[in-house]
């Protein structure tokens, strides 16, 4: 059973940065890729970033590349997502996401596993 744990939200203000983690347990991940997701208020959820876990291999959405950051630390079976430069647009609930095979999936119906959340707010 794969569990996923967000931490790291907050609120902060247009022009400042926040550095989001997910915990990951119940397997090993050497074989899947993670992501992070995030869904506004009355919004779909959307991709952000991936990382696949074997080569470190990573992906970002337009909207948030040189900007954002995603990591993982293997050894602590974490990933991170180091945020930039954040806009008000940045604003939501943000979600780590695994996705079993390998690939790193845009699509929210790919991920088969994710964490209850962690809010975002960016003030202007």
């Known amino acids: 059973q794969v569990q996923l744990v967000e931490s790291g939200g907050g609120s902060v203000q247009a022009g400042g940065s926040l550095r989001l983690s997910c915990a990951a347990s119940?397997?090993?991940?050497?074989?899947?890729?993670l992501a992070w997701f995030r869904q506004a208020p009355g919004q779909g959820r959307e991709f952000v970033a991936g990382?696949?876990?074997?080569?470190?291999?990573?992906q970002y959405a337009d909207s948030v590349k040189g900007r954002f950051t995603i990591s993982r630390d293997a050894a602590q079976n974490m990933v991170y997502l180091q945020m930039n430069d954040l806009k008000v647009e940045d604003t939501a609930t943000y979600y780590c996401?695994?996705?079993?095979?390998?690939?790193?999936?845009?699509?929210?119906?790919?991920?088969?596993?994710w964490g209850p959340g962690t809010q975002v707010t960016i003030s202007s």
């Open positions: 119940g397997r090993t991940f050497i074989t899947y890729s």
């Open positions: 990382i696949t876990w074997r080569s470190g291999r990573t």
């Open positions: 996401a695994v996705d079993p095979s390998g690939l790193i999936s845009t699509r929210v119906d790919r991920n088969r596993y």
